[in-house]
């Protein structure tokens, strides 16, 4: 119980790697905390709130990511490892009934949140860092970022506001930012089987269950009117696009391929799985985001109150996101979409962007039909045009 977890998938990276059912789990416990700030961004629609929902959605999504990388590099079978699991998932259950306080003058017990979340992650490198071999310099490394972000974030609970949200933004900002210096600049990383594609194409199913409930919410009402039908109609039309869109260049061997090149493209290769996977943030918040603008209208059309800017901006806003994140995702696979698919796409965020911003006034139905009537005009549009494929990574054949 004491030795340090095994690479993941074994040092030969043997057969297809999947999620297991406790990381599975794992990913479970987060459905709460993405509901909490959704329900948060339903009811603070202003810019400034929303800039915070960002925030706090970036907070609880890279604790995710660090619990999922650090999976993927190492087996969690062990006992200890999954008691250490299970402690952090009630953490993520205790996050998520602060985070509606966070950003109402009460975020110390979310900082605590965060900071124990972290720490947990901190010790799992902690442990793997005895491991021997080539890879050790970049565990090392791993462990000494984790530690330094760790710091900040207890730091940050003696700061006041708005200090101590600086000081989060700093340690996403050195993690992250620290994670792609390793990552590019370490020749030796650890050879996992990654499975990262799978969590992150399973988080993406979990995110999108907040538009499938907003559709539940207009279709369970007795007696709904027309109206409301269609505007639930047409919120499914868009969770499906969404979901068909990013799953359609879906490719679980992704990660698996840029960490085991042997031509002279390496550094190419981590650097668009570093894009690959850090557009996530973006296309999951737009995913919850969106959700949370269809229930706004479907309100809307229950009360026959016009909605306000700031819900119908959050339709197009969350969409746009989306799109972009799904597009940045795509432009970074080896058989990336075309160049102006990528431009295009680009374009009609930026038009879902602006278009609440220009004073005009549609009906909820009106809203829905034009964002889910962009989404499919996407989808057409990657039918239509071939991809582009990315330099050729060739990999080690294993045994």
Known sequence: MKRPPAIGGGSEGEGVRHATWLELFFDLVFVVAIAELGGYLHHHLTLSDV????????????????YSYYADLFDT???????????????????????????????????????????????????????????KRFVQYFTIS???????LALALFVPEPGRFGLWGAAVIISLGGAAVIYTATGDVVEQASHLPERLGLFTII????????????????????????????????????????FRYFDEALIDRILHPTSEHWLNARQRGLVYTFSHYLTHMGI???????????????????????????????????????????????????????????????????????GIQLSPIVS????????????????????????????????
């Open 77 to 135: 079978e062990d006992l200890l490892s999954r008691l250490m699991m299970i402690a952090a998932m009630f953490l993520v259950i205790f996050l998520a009934q602060t985070a509606d306080d966070a950003l109402n003058g009460e975020s110390f017990a979310f900082g605590v949140a965060i900071l124990l979340l972290r720490a947990i992650v901190t010790l799992f490198y902690y442990r793997a860092q005895h491991i021997e071999g080539p890879e």
């Open 207 to 246: 995110v999108l269950g907040e538009t499938i409930l907003a559709v539940s919410f207009g279709t369970s009402i007795t007696d709904p009117g027309p109206e409301t039908l269609t505007i639930g109609a047409l919120g499914f039309l868009v969770a499906v696009s969404m979901w068909w869109l990013y």
């Open 368 to 399: 829905l039909v034009l964002v889910s009537g962009l989404l499919l005009a996407v989808i057409a549009l990657d039918f239509l045009s071939p991809g582009v494929a990315a330099p050729q990574l060739e990999t080690e054949v294993r045994h």
């Open 288 to 358: 919850v985001a969106g959700g949370i603008g269809i229930i706004i209208l479907l309100e809307s059309s229950l009360t026959g109150v016009a909605p306000e800017p700031g819900g119908v901006g959050v339709v197009g806003g969350g969409v746009a996101l989306y799109l972009i994140g799904t597009s940045l995702c795509h432009r970074a696979i080896p058989d990336s979409i075309d160049g102006n698919v990528f431009r295009i796409r680009l374009l009609v965020a930026a038009g879902l962007f602006l278009y609440p911003g220009l």
């Open 146 to 152: 984790n530690v330094f972000t760790t710091g900040i």
């Open 51 to 66: 800039l915070g929902f960002a925030g706090l959605f970036l907070l609880v999504w890279w604790v995710w990511l660090g």
